[in-house]
């Protein structure tokens, strides 16, 4: 038996695949990427030389019972009015509109009185205004 040679071709390796491959690769990871420019600044904070003044409770709370009466932090008003809310409301947050308002309502309360309470503080233009909710185990 002889066994003739064959001429074998050259393997070539097409690169071109792999090189698109990689490029897509980095596109992907350069606009994926985010810089964050970081800057410290180094402060000295000035000192003051009296003691700190007491701040107002950070949190208000207006209650409303089942009968539809506003509590204004457990003190009890004189009259179910929107002017009357929105007078002690002005007067405990001394007009600053940045003080946040939780209201409190009793689950039987009349919709309407949950309304009124609301719409005093954004009358007097708290915005920061939460509502208090209980969950049943």
Do not use: C, W
């Amino acid at each position: 038996m002889k066994f003739r040679r064959r001429a074998r071709e050259e393997l070539e390796l097409n690169l071109t695949p792999l090189i698109d491959v990689v490029f897509l690769l980095l596109i992907f990871f350069m606009v994926s990427t985010t810089f964050q420019k970081e800057s410290e600044i180094s402060l000295q904070l000035p000192k003051a030389a009296e003691d700190p003044v007491e701040s107002p409770p950070e949190r208000y709370e207006v209650v409303v019972n089942a009968a539809g009466k506003f509590f204004i932090n457990d003190t009890e008003l004189v009259n179910t009015d929107i002017e009357t809310l929105r007078q002690a409301l002005f007067d405990l947050t001394g007009g600053q509109r940045d003080i946040p308002i939780t209201i409190r309502a009793d689950a039987q309360t009349p919709h309407q009185a949950v309304v009124t309470a609301m719409d005093a503080a954004a009358q007097l233009g708290l915005s920061r205004m939460s509502i208090a909710t209980s969950h049943s185990p």
